[in-house]
C-alpha cells in the first residue's frame, strides 16, 4: 500500500516538474467541470436560499406582532 502511494507521488512529482504540461485542461473540460457542480450544487443552495428568504420573512412577520 505504501509502495503505491510513494509511486504516485513521485510520478506526480516528476509530472509537475516536465517541461511540458502532461494534463491540459481546455475550455470545453471547465465548462463541463462548471456544468457538474451547478447540476450538484445549484439545487441545495437554491433550496438553502429558498428557506433563508422564508426565515428573514418570518422574522419580519415576527417583529410586526409586537
Given amino acids: 500500500m505504501h509502495k503505491r502511494?510513494?509511486?504516485s507521488l513521485s510520478l506526480l512529482t516528476v509530472s509537475i516538474l516536465a517541461c511540458e504540461p502532461v494534463i491540459a485542461i481546455?475550455?470545453?473540460?471547465?465548462l463541463i467541470?462548471?456544468?457538474?457542480?451547478?447540476?450538484?450544487?445549484g439545487?441545495?443552495?437554491?433550496?438553502?436560499?429558498?428557506?433563508?428568504?422564508?426565515?428573514?420573512t418570518d422574522l419580519k412577520q415576527?417583529?410586526?406582532?409586537?
Fill in 62 to 66: 415576527k417583529d410586526r406582532r409586537q
Fill in 33 to 41: 467541470i462548471s456544468g457538474l457542480v451547478a447540476f450538484l450544487l
Fill in 5 to 7: 502511494i510513494a509511486l
Fill in 26 to 30: 481546455g475550455w470545453p473540460e471547465i
Fill in 43 to 56: 439545487p441545495p443552495l437554491y433550496k438553502l436560499y429558498r428557506r433563508w428568504e422564508k426565515f428573514k
